[in-house]
Nanobody
Framework: HVQLVESGGGSVQAGGSLRLSCAAS????????MGWFRQGPGKEREGVAN???????SYADSVKGRFTISKDNVKNILYLQMDSLKPEDTAMYYC?????????????????????WGQGTQVTVS
């Protein structure tokens, strides 16, 4: 069965960095659109970054230039490198997978268009 397991969250001071990882199993990782989402206290879940099956990426405006999404199709791991972190980045971060037959259909929203989700990893920036 499909499983997504996030790791790498934690507490960091503003300006610091964290790298999140998402280990995927149970499906053909390279053929899916993969995304990182977050949900802060009292906020709706929002897309942060995603990466298509052909490697193309997109980012939310709020994280452009600070976050970098990447993937390893051999190890089946999705990454999110987060630099210059701000207190407003504090949230639970989730990775998600969306079935797609071809590249080019990999939107950041709506979040519910993604089929599989991990359990989340907490990021706190103070």
């Amino acid at each position: 069965h499909v499983q997504l397991v996030e790791s790498g969250g934690g507490s960091v001071q503003a300006g610091g960095s964290l790298r999140l990882s998402c280990a995927a199993s149970g499906y053909t990782f390279s053929r899916y659109c993969m995304g990182w989402f977050r949900q802060g206290p009292g906020k709706e879940r929002e897309g942060v970054a995603n990466i298509d099956r052909d490697g193309s990426t997109s980012y939310a405006d709020s994280v452009k230039g600070r976050f970098t999404i990447s993937k390893d199709n051999v190890k089946n791991i999705l990454y999110l490198q987060m630099d210059s972190l701000k207190p407003e980045d504090t949230a639970m971060y989730y990775c998600a997978a969306r079935r797609t037959l071809v590249a080019g259909i990999c939107p950041l929203s709506p979040f519910y268009s993604y089929n599989y989700w991990g359990q989340g990893t907490q990021v706190t920036v103070s």
